[in-house]
C-alpha cells in the first residue's frame, strides 16, 4: 500500500489549504486515518484523525481550524485547514494504521507535503 499526500503550498496567515492522501489499495477502508506534521528542528507530531466510525480526534493547536475527512470509495483522506498561522509551517504526511484481515498490524505513511504559512 502506498499513500500518496499532496496539497501543500505556501499561504499567507489566516489562509486556507486543502490537503489530500490518496491510498493505493482498498485496505484504506479498513483503517484509522490521520495526518501528523513536522516543523523543521522540531519532532513529528500528531494533527488528527478519523477512525472507521467516523470518530475524530484533534490536537489542541488545530482544533476548530482544522477538519479531517475521508472518501472510503476512492481510497482517500483529506485535511481542510482554515485560519493558516506561520506556526503551521511544516511537512504534513498522511498515515494509516489498522490490521489486516488476519488481524496483522499495519502502519502506512504518505511522503510529505510542505505548508508554508507566511505572516
Known amino acids: 500500500v502506498q499513500l500518496q499526500a499532496s496539497g501543500g503550498g505556501l499561504v499567507q496567515a489566516g489562509g486556507s489549504l486543502r490537503l489530500s492522501c490518496a491510498a493505493s489499495?482498498?485496505?484504506?477502508?479498513?483503517?484509522?486515518f490521520g495526518w501528523y506534521r513536522q516543523a523543521p528542528g522540531k519532532q513529528r507530531e500528531f494533527v488528527a484523525a478519523?477512525?472507521?466510525?467516523?470518530?475524530?480526534n484533534y490536537a489542541d493547536s488545530v482544533e476548530a481550524r482544522f477538519t479531517i475527512s475521508r472518501d472510503n470509495a476512492k481510497n482517500s483522506g483529506y485535511l481542510q485547514m482554515n485560519s493558516l498561522k506561520p506556526e503551521d509551517t511544516a511537512a504534513y504526511y498522511c498515515?494509516?494504521?489498522?490490521?489486516?484481515?488476519?488481524?496483522?498490524?499495519?502502519?502506512?505513511w504518505g511522503q510529505g507535503t510542505l505548508v508554508t504559512v507566511s505572516s
Open positions: 498515515n494509516l494504521k489498522g490490521r489486516d484481515r488476519w488481524r496483522r498490524p499495519f502502519d502506512y
Open positions: 489499495g482498498s485496505i484504506f477502508s479498513t483503517g484509522t
Open positions: 478519523m477512525a472507521l466510525g467516523g470518530g475524530t
